[in-house]
């Protein structure tokens, strides 16, 4: 076990739950609410100094009792220690927990990923939107377990959905702003620009023989 | 040569146009510019299909003439859904699909993703089985390196060297083919071993490969690195400093040439690595011209290393002798009861691992790769990460690239040296 | 040339010669050898490499399987200058569109060729983020399968398509008409989509969760 778990404890008491060692590797869950303020314990201490964040990820499990969990590998390069912090997050209430991008850059497309693939919004993230899949990608999260491995649509119903021409799927709204000077975006385009909205998914076309 | 700078182009203004911005007077024009001709920035869209974005990267491009002043990536375009796949299969059935992930260093990847296996289960490799895949893992090392260095030798305008190091390639892939029976797609190990031993010959092939790659090299290295050309094109170029190369989350290549040396052989070893004598070569800018310094010296150690585990290869077992991991031979099943149940267990229900997680990395060409399994006990795991180093080495791009000029992007593009496959998933 | 193009008759368009409706002769038949052989030994190929297939294509460019003695070293980056668009990997939903507006910028004469397992029905990737086959986005000519295909694989099918491309005949007024799609448009009727992407063989015993 991590000598950093009993520390944390004296740091945090209550906050940190549960800790166990598995394949000789040390995991602590901690109370998603502190994330953030633990992790920064964690990295700027100087006797932890985990300056190093490895991964961000999430894990839903096959059972639909168990929450989701967030995910953060950490290491200390100069000590060599590795540490792994979970957050479990209910089913019940809304996927949250703060973003940590404030104390590793690493974390900014880590962090996107998880909300695309699963829904997890991280709050104060600089640009929280979709990584892999397009930005007005309709059928939800792919790594959840209740999203099928074909997805829920048909596969005609993908394909048009893909090919719609949709500069709003392809191009984030800071994109699109510095376009507005250039050309004569659409008017409902710029007055949701102005908003500061995103758009939604085109009408699945009708007309698709030949 | 003179040092690089980083080139700020700074024109003349005569004033605010209506809306407040400044009006800039073009180039060569003294004083009396046109009052209302505003110098608006571009937005250039470069790919995913593009030959320098090195796969399907898109890069949104906002810039002021030739100055790039935002450079905004889109990836994405490669997702293949690999993490839920991993998640309907067994475990010796996650092997050919990292293939496909890395696919310019695929040996690397069968290995990390066996050894995260093998430490999740609580499997033993042999030494044969340890020192071959040293073998492997180093010259997948080598051949990501060769492609990274064609390329972006092609990128900054020098073709050559793209010819002389796939020819290299191709010598890579005969030793390939000749073990695996695939020139890419190797999927070479196994949980608990590998596909099959090397064949008769193939230890003096890769002797004479260790014998003829590094004057190549060498042509290559007379080539670009004192070259006029290349040092103005790469030094200077897109450099990050140590402490934001920890921050953004950088490895491999990318962080020792910013000075930090953290490698994940001799940091956190694996396969005996600190048995081997081999140094790790650590830039000092972290620039372009330091990362193409930092994955010329790496090739040469590499062929080190692999000389070493050449002259170290013990006889004996390559697989772990264990029936309820390792398919038992095709003798022993078709004779031996014990055996056909075991091979009949493997085959229809998997190898089941125990409850619990692990998360293993590797030092891949192009920095750390892990591997995170979580297993619920039964044979295919519930979650399968992969943790691509190029994904945190492209997320840095603009933080490199914005204030230089956009020749420069794609050079920076270029020495980040990533795979779309691994990106994206 | 000038293929198949029908004016409305009278007006300006009376003068034009619409070679297209000429019945196939000797003339046509050498004008057509002449013509197919200066194509199949000089198309330009536009590689629209995403995955591993695009390192066996570039391996194929190299020097050891050269594609030039074929007249294709000349890559047409651009698609307005090429020939054959060779789809050298997977395509992701994300991608289909781009694959479209690349095949529709390229002038006729066009082909295409899709490389690998996956550029021509899916591949091992029967999942939410892949297309089963490009051909769901864009008319295919040439398949050649592999995962990936040696370059000998890929050398064989440039030459079927060479193959293909002599038998072609100017005679023959629709081969190179193309219709245009909106936006979101199926190439194909929808049932087709979904009975080319149906899982077949070995995919539907494998997918099962636990």
Known sequence: MNPTVESLRRAFGTKIERALVSCGQTVVYVDRVSVREILRWLKETPEEDYDFLVDVTAVEYRDPEPPLEVVYQLRSLKRGAELRVKAELPKDRALEVDSVVPLWRAADWLEREVYDMFGITFRDHPDLRRLLMWETYAEGYPLRKDFPLRGRFSRAEQVRQALAANPEAHYSLEELSIAQRQYDLPSDMRERLERGERGTVPEPGRRDDG | ?425 | MGLGRVDDAGGAGAGRAVVGQVSPNWVTTRLDFLVNWARSNSMWPMPFGTACCAIEFMATAASRYDLSRFGMERMGYTPRQADVLICAGRLPFKLAPVIRRIYEQMPQPKWVISMGACASSGGIFDTYAMTQGIDTVVPVDVYVPGCPPRPEGLLYGILLLHKKVMGETMADAELRKERWLEPGQLRIPARLVDELSEPFGNSIQQTRSA
């Open chain 2, 1 to 425: 040569m003179g040092e690089k700078r980083t080139v700020e182009l700074d024109l003349a203004t005569t004033g605010a146009d209506a809306a407040g911005r400044p009006v800039r007077v073009p180039l060569g024009v003294s004083g009396t510019g046109e009052p209302d001709l505003a110098a608006e920035h571009m937005l250039l869209n470069v790919g995913p299909q593009h030959p320098a974005t090195h796969g399907v990267l898109r890069l949104v491009v906002e810039l002021d003439g030739e100055v790039v002043r935002r450079v905004v990536p889109h990836i994405g375009y490669l997702h293949s859904g690999f993490e839920k796949l991993g998640e309907y299969r067994f475990y010796n059935q996650i092997i050919p699909l990292t293939d496909r992930t890395d696919y310019l260093a695929p040996m690397a990847n069968n290995v990390g993703l066996a050894m995260a296996a093998e430490q999740l289960m609580g499997i033993e490799i042999t030494e044969r089985c340890k020192v071959l895949r040293v073998v492997a893992c180093e010259i997948s090392r080598i051949i990501s390196h060769l492609v990274w260095l064609g390329t972006t030798a092609i990128d900054i305008g020098a073709f050559t060297p793209f010819l002389w190091t796939f020819q290299e390639r191709e010598k890579a892939y005969n030793l390939q083919e000749a073990w695996t029976g695939a020139r890419l797609t190797t999927s070479l190990t196994r949980v608990g071993g590998m596909m099959a031993d090397v064949p008769d010959g193939f230890v003096e092939a890769l002797r004479t490969f260790c014998r003829e790659f590094p004057p190549v090299l060498d042509e290559v290295d007379r080539l670009l690195t004192r070259n006029a050309i290349w040092i103005s094109r790469t030094q200077g170029i897109g450099p990050m400093t140590s402490e934001e190369a920890v921050n953004y989350g950088l490895s491999g290549p990318m962080l020792r040439a910013s000075g930090v040396p953290y490698d994940v052989r001799k940091d956190r070893p694996y396969l005996d690595y600190e048995t081997y004598d081999f140094d790790v070569p650590v830039g000092e800018h972290g620039d372009v011209y330091d990362r193409y310094l930092v994955r010329m010296e790496e090739m040469r150690q590499s062929v080190r290393i692999i000389e070493q585990a050449l002259d170290r290869l013990p006889d004996g077992p390559l697989n772990a002798q264990d029936p309820r991991v390792i398919l038992p031979p095709k003798s022993a099943a078709m004779n031996d009861m014990e055996s056909m149940i075991f091979h009949f267990k493997q085959v229809m229900e998997g190898v089941r691992a125990p409850v619990g997680e692990v998360y293993f990395a590797i030092e891949n060409g192009k920095g750390e790769l892990g591997y995170y399994f979580v297993s619920d006990g039964t044979a295919k795991p519930v979650r399968w990460r992969i943790r691509p180093p190029s994904l945190l080495n492209i997320a840095a791009l603009p933080k490199m690239a914005e204030g230089h000029l956009f020749a420069d992007l794609i050079a920076i593009n270029a020495s980040v040296d990533i795979v779309m496959g691994e990106i994206d998933r």
